[in-house]
């Protein structure tokens, strides 16, 4: 009876070893196409060096073309011991490590500097997290994406999605998390964009940041590495990390705009901390007004306000849905810290313009409180501020709800809406 007890056992170990293992897909390695050759050959390296470092006997790796979805190959380690080296599995996976190699030697040169379709990427890891065991996802390429069909998305040059793209559906945005759930919950996501010169400046690195650490969490994921450096990453994963450094909350506003930060140009005071001028305007300078700027600030943590600004009849009006235009930019100064909402919307017209056709119009988009907004609107004309406080006097918001005709009148339809005089903004207090 031993006898036969020990041949069961025996049996059953040498079926269990010869089996093959259940594929479980613990990592999601994401590369762009497009680069400059030595900088994809060094992504390769470091991507197929990771997975011999960390992929262990009994798990699988994913490699993806992340800008088309298509998968470049399978980086797959047997649960057997004698797989724990390097060796054996470099080895195994030579066919894998050809095929990486193989793409990013055939990188697109003269496309965008590693363009990635981060939004779609992470939506085809959602749709497949149900049939996988996926835990942890690294990417290597630039946060930036750039739709030519829709070149009013574009991210680069310091604009950012509003965090009303991510939750909208699917039709609205193609920056979407919406309709999948949170199948990526657990998951740790690290992202490097070493060797792209993507960001304008630390307000656009520490919001785009931001944007793909809320888009990683409306499907239950933690964008827990964000970083320009590849080795960072890499000793991340290696120790383990699977928790960001710092954890955000969307912004209660549905509301769908690209926001543009300020691009400085040498030293730069927000227009909202520059002393008030008392000296009125000549005549001549209002008719042709230089370097005009244009800024809200308003009493109300929970809402939100937007301004808009038409330079003359004809010309287009500059606001959160039209960030930029021929006569001027739409941007907003975060002054008061890094909260998205409340950032301060601020308006610059880089060409004269004429204070008597100038349309200064301030809507109460969303919120509620009781007894109406109060604010304060400032003027800048090169180099001299000006100031004065207005009051909306309706208790919420409505959406920019009577914006039509408020152009063809010139002002206020509704209790929402107020216009302001700039005119009378520069002259004597």
């Given at each position: 009876?031993?006898?036969?007890?020990?041949?069961?056992?025996?049996?059953?170990?040498?079926l269990a070893l010869a089996a093959p293992a259940a594929k479980a897909d613990n990592l999601a390695v994401g590369l762009?196409?497009?680069?400059?050759?030595?900088?994809?050959?060094?992504?390769?390296?470091?991507?197929?060096?990771?997975?011999?470092?960390?992929?262990?006997p009994g798990e699988t790796a994913s490699v993806f073309d992340a800008f088309s979805g298509e998968l470049i190959c399978t980086f797959e380690v047997p649960d057997r011991s004698s797989y724990?080296?390097?060796?054996?599995?470099?080895?195994?996976?030579?066919?894998?490590v050809r095929r990486i190699l193989q793409f990013t030697k055939s990188a697109n040169a003269d496309g965008e500097a590693g363009a990635l379709d981060l939004s779609e990427f992470l939506r085809l890891l959602a749709r497949q997290a149900p049939t996988s065991q996926l835990e942890t996802v690294v990417i290597f390429g630039s946060p930036i994406i750039n739709n030519p069909r829709q070149p009013s998305l574009y991210m680069a040059g310091g604009r950012i999605p509003s965090d009303g793209h991510v939750f909208?559906?699917?039709?609205?945005?193609?920056?979407?998390?919406?309709?999948?759930?949170?199948?990526?919950?657990?998951?740790?996501?690290?992202?490097?964009?070493?060797?792209?010169?993507?960001?304008?400046?630390?307000?656009?690195?520490?919001?785009?940041?931001?944007?793909?650490?809320?888009?990683?969490?409306?499907?239950?994921?933690?964008?827990?590495?964000?970083?320009?450096?590849?080795?960072?990453?890499?000793e991340r994963v290696k120790s383990g990390v699977r928790q960001p450094t710092e954890k955000f909350e969307p912004s209660p506003s549905d509301k769908l705009e690209m926001l543009q930060v300020r691009i400085d140009r040498g030293r730069y005071v927000p227009i909202y901390d520059r002393e008030v001028s008392?000296?009125?305007?000549?005549?001549?300078?209002?008719a042709e007004a230089k370097n005009v700027e244009l800024g809200i600030k308003w009493d109300c943590s929970s809402c939100d306000l937007d301004i808009y600004a038409r330079p003359g009849p004809g010309a287009d009006i500059l606001y959160f849905?039209?960030?930029?235009?021929?006569?001027?930019?739409?941007?907003?100064?975060?002054v008061q810290g890094r909260d998205l909402m409340?950032?301060?919307?601020?308006?610059?017209?880089?060409?004269?313009?004429n204070l008597n056709e100038l349309l200064i119009a301030v809507n109460l988009y969303s919120g509620h409180q009781a007894d109406g907004i109060s604010g304060e609107v400032r003027l800048a004309v090169d180099g001299r501020t000006y100031a004065r406080e207005f009051k909306i006097s309706a208790e919420k918001g409505n959406r920019a709800s009577g914006l039509t005709n408020l152009l063809k009148s010139g002002s206020a339809t509704n209790d929402a809406w107020i216009t302001i005089d700039p005119v009378a903004l520069v002259s004597a207090q």
């Open positions: 009876m031993d006898m036969l007890k020990i041949a069961i056992a025996s049996s059953a170990i040498a762009s196409p497009h680069g400059e050759s030595s900088l994809k050959q060094a992504e390769a390296k470091d991507a197929i060096r990771l997975m011999l470092e960390t992929v262990e724990r080296s390097a060796k054996a599995k470099l080895n195994k996976n030579a066919g894998c909208t559906d699917r039709a609205n945005s193609p920056f979407s998390m919406s309709g999948l759930g949170k199948p990526l919950e657990g998951v740790a996501i690290h992202f490097a964009s070493e060797g792209y010169r993507w960001s304008v400046n630390d307000q656009h690195s520490y919001f785009t940041g931001r944007f793909w650490a809320i888009s990683s969490n409306a499907l239950g994921a933690e964008l827990a590495t964000f970083s320009a450096d590849r080795d960072q990453l890499i008392t000296s009125e305007l000549e005549a001549s300078e209002i849905g039209r960030t930029r235009s021929r006569e001027g930019v739409f941007h907003k100064d975060f409340n950032g301060l919307e601020t308006i610059s017209f880089s060409a004269p313009i």
